[in-house]
């Protein structure tokens, strides 16, 4: 038997943000992925602060693999829907979370739900070879 997805439930809070973070690259080996790690790591961080961000009660976060791809998913139940934004880089503060899921996911979508929604990245993956003896 396979482990096809890991998932866990954390309140809005921005000390779940590590915990998170933590969670989704430890669950990578379990799903027999073992590439990916940093960029697993930086983009289920950004989605887990802008969910952290609405203050909207617990974040569930999924990672789920196959052959082909990992994807990971951040459900939340507030209103607001996330959106790319432009900052001007001498600008302080953030805004740029939504660019980087933008920039680094081969796929990043949302799935809206009332109340809430699962904001989603997905990121292809390599092939594994094996050498013929």
Known sequence: MS????????????????LVRHFAVAALPFLGIT????????????????AVDLGAG?????????????????????????????????GAGGGRGLLIVDRLAHRWGVDQFLPGKIVWFELDLQPVETSAA
């Not at 590439?35 to 802008?50: C, G, M, Q, S």
């Open 3 to 18: 482990i096809q997805q890991l998932a866990i439930t954390v309140s809005a809070e921005t000390d779940s943000v590590p």
């Open 35 to 50: 590439t990916e790690i940093d960029a697993v790591a930086l983009l289920t961080t950004e989605l887990t602060a802008n």
């Open 58 to 90: 617990e974040i569930t976060v999924t990672v789920r693999g196959n052959p082909h791809f990992l994807r990971v998913e951040v459900r939340d139940f507030g209103y607001g829907m996330p959106e790319v934004l432009h900052p001007e880089p001498a």
